[in-house]
């Protein structure tokens, strides 16, 4: 049974942090297919001390059904980060994540995400100041560096570990990579090999299938999977991952409605809603027969009983094609 400090999982495959899916809402789906833990999308440290009312809705959680609620933070500074570690905590957080992973220039430039891989002694303060200011145990994401000339993962996590982080979510790409190329599954292990006594390790990038989680388990040690783009539109794939059956047309579009009803009322605003989740219906419709017309007709559509009508009808009746390539993310996560 793996660990994270002191909480301890039923499965070893957790849902990756990612902006625009890891609302409230997609998190209890995955978590009831089998998701070990799923931590929120990446909130701003800034807009949660500002009760930014997007921020806000970030931190929104069942604690009956998402124990432990763990929270992503954004941010370059360590007091900055301390606060906003305090006002997560007092908003029912059990977990705190340090983002070391978002590539976004609107990120990068404030010193946060991704930049933190270039001072690797800022961001173990930061780890360090957000867990003596709450008590809770830190993680952090990260990726294999900067760019390909300055991969200097093994530095970040040496300075993680003496900061005391609880775990360490491993992105095997390079900041300038984003989510292109192959992932380096190498950077995992050799980070599993040197600090697995210290720490969790999360593998990340590249999963797609239960031979693939297995392959990262064999040839890496981690202690959790972690799966990202592949659970975008498919929270079965936690099913699978633990053995479990593919969906069935009928479960498909019956899963992707409840979660557009639960995105209506997490967004408090259905008209709003039925444009935002545009992009989920054509996650939930990749890889299946018909997805390019459906994606373009559903953008057409402003009428709720239209958008329903046209997305039961074409997933009750849609056919799995060859398609395994997930979706790009666009956005910071």
Same mark, same amino acid.
């Given at each position: ?70 929270? &992503?933070? #954004? +941010? ?10 305090? =006002?997560?905590? @007092?908003?029912? $957080?059990? %977990? ?96 599993? &090999?040197? #600090? +697995? ?10 999963? =797609?299938?239960? @031979?693939?989680? $297995?392959? %990262? ?117």
């Amino acid at each position: 049974m793996p660990y994270i400090a002191s909480f301890s999982f039923a499965t070893p495959y957790a849902l990756a942090p990612m902006a625009g899916t890891s609302s409230e809402p997609f998190r209890l789906i995955a978590r009831r297919m089998g998701a070990s833990h799923c931590p929120t999308e990446l909130i701003s440290a800034q807009g949660l001390l500002h009760n930014a009312k997007a921020s806000l809705r970030y931190m929104q959680h069942r604690p009956e059904r998402e124990t432990p609620f763990c929270v &992503q933070l #954004f +941010g370059g500074e360590a007091k900055l980060m301390a606060r906003a570690a305090q =006002r997560a905590k @007092a908003l029912g $957080a059990h %977990m705190l994540d340090l983002n070391m992973g978002c590539p976004v220039k609107k990120v990068t430039q404030t010193g946060a995400g991704a930049a933190l891989m270039t001072e690797p002694e800022r961001a173990a303060d930061i780890c360090k100041a957000m867990a003596d200011a709450t008590g809770l145990p830190v993680t952090a994401k990260i990726r294999s560096g900067w760019d390909a000339q300055h991969q200097n993962y093994l530095e970040v996590a040496q300075a993680l570990a003496k900061a005391g982080v609880a775990a360490l979510a491993v992105h095997p790409r390079t900041r300038a990579q984003g989510y292109s190329g192959q992932a380096d599954w190498q950077v995992i292990a050799r980070i599993k &090999q040197r #600090f +697995g006594s210290a720490f969790a390790v999360l593998g990340n990038g590249d999963v =797609r299938s239960l @031979a693939d989680a $297995a392959r %990262m388990q064999a040839q890496t040690g981690c202690d959790f999977v972690m799966v990202g783009r592949a659970a975008l539109g498919n929270p079965w794939i936690f099913r699978e991952l633990l053995g479990g059956a593919a969906p069935s047309p009928k479960e498909r579009w019956q899963v992707a409605w409840e979660h557009f009803e639960a995105y209506a009322a997490w967004v408090g605003n259905r008209e709003v809603a039925l444009k935002s989740f545009r992009k989920q219906w054509g996650y939930y419709s990749h890889g299946l027969e018909g997805a390019s017309a459906f994606r373009a007709a559903m953008f057409s559509l402003s009428e709720e009983s239209a958008v329903r009508r046209m997305a039961q009808a074409f997933f009750v009746q849609a056919k799995q094609t060859e398609c395994k390539q997930p979706f790009t993310l666009e956005g910071p996560g």
